[in-house]
Each structure stands twice: as structure tokens, then as C-alpha cells.
């Protein structure tokens, strides 16, 4: 499948590349399909790009949750997740969206609404975690400068 991008320009996805989303982002819901792309000349950055098949100018920044808080364990009810396949350690694929600001120092995680994916069948969902403690704008600027000076970054 031929896919136009923003930031990547058009790329030939492969169908395993596409994950399914039955009720879209939220506030996006018209978008259903989606691929998780890499920027190759960033190899070692955790910063992923979550990419619309459907729209170019769709294309969120996402972060593995554990990246920014180590004990993320959202708490949710399993219904909103039953029509994406049975989740287990090896399939479950948790991605945060980010906000990347001009002022980076402002850069910011939904900790509250991740999106689930389920790596077997290729579908996922976005869910509003019920932990009251997550917060929609979860500034990250400092903890990533902290984790860069203690790597000697």
C-alpha cells in the first residue's frame, strides 16, 4: 500500500505494517488505520512517529511509556479493549503521544489516554486510563535531561 506522509514522504507499507483502529484516536475517529514509522537517521532516539495511512498531515510523535514512567500500568476497563484480541506480555504494545512545543522545555506525554496495541492482530485502541494520578500534559523536558547528563549525553 502506497502511503503519503508529511514528514517521510510516500512509502510502499506492507499490510503487516498497518494497525487498525475501529474507533480512531480520539478526536480523530474518522482516521482508522494507522503504521508506526522511524526516523532513520535518528536510530537511537525513543521518539517514534505514529502515522495516518489515511490523512499526510496526520503524524503524532509517540514514546514507549516506560521511557518517562517506569511504573505506568494504566488501569482500564477491558471491555474498551476486548475488540482487539486477546493481550498477553509478547503482544501488548503500549504507546504514549506526545506535544512537542516550539519551547521544548514545554514538551509534554498524555499519560492518560495511551494508545493499545495488540502486535498479533494488528488492532489497537485509545483509552482513557482511569488512574487518577495520570495526567493528560506530563512534562517530560526536565526527565529527559536528566537521564541525558546521567548517560553523559
Request: net charge negative; with cysteine.
Amino acid at each position: 500500500m502506497k502511503v503519503q506522509t508529511k514528514f517521510f514522504g510516500e512509502i510502499d507499507l506492507p499490510e503487516e505494517k498497518i494497525i487498525h483502529l475501529d474507533r480512531g484516536l480520539i478526536g480523530l475517529e474518522q482516521y482508522k488505520k494507522y503504521t508506526i514509522l522511524y526516523d532513520e537517521e535518528k536510530e537511537d532516539s525513543n521518539i517514534s512517529w505514529f502515522q495516518s495511512c489515511d490523512e499526510p498531515t496526520l503524524a503524532l510523535p509517540v514514546i514507549k511509556p516506560w521511557l518517562v514512567k517506569e511504573e505506568y500500568n494504566p488501569t482500564v476497563e477491558d471491555e474498551l479493549l476486548r475488540n482487539i484480541g486477546e493481550l498477553n506480555e509478547e503482544n501488548l504494545v503500549i504507546l504514549l503521544t506526545m506535544t512537542v512545543p516550539e519551547d521544548i522545555t514545554k514538551m509534554s506525554v498524555n499519560l492518560k489516554a495511551p494508545i493499545v496495541i495488540n502486535a498479533d492482530t494488528r488492532k489497537g485502541a485509545q483509552i482513557i486510563a482511569e488512574n487518577d494520578d495520570y495526567e493528560v500534559k506530563y512534562m517530560v523536558y526536565d526527565l529527559f535531561k536528566k537521564k541525558n547528563e546521567e548517560a553523559g549525553v
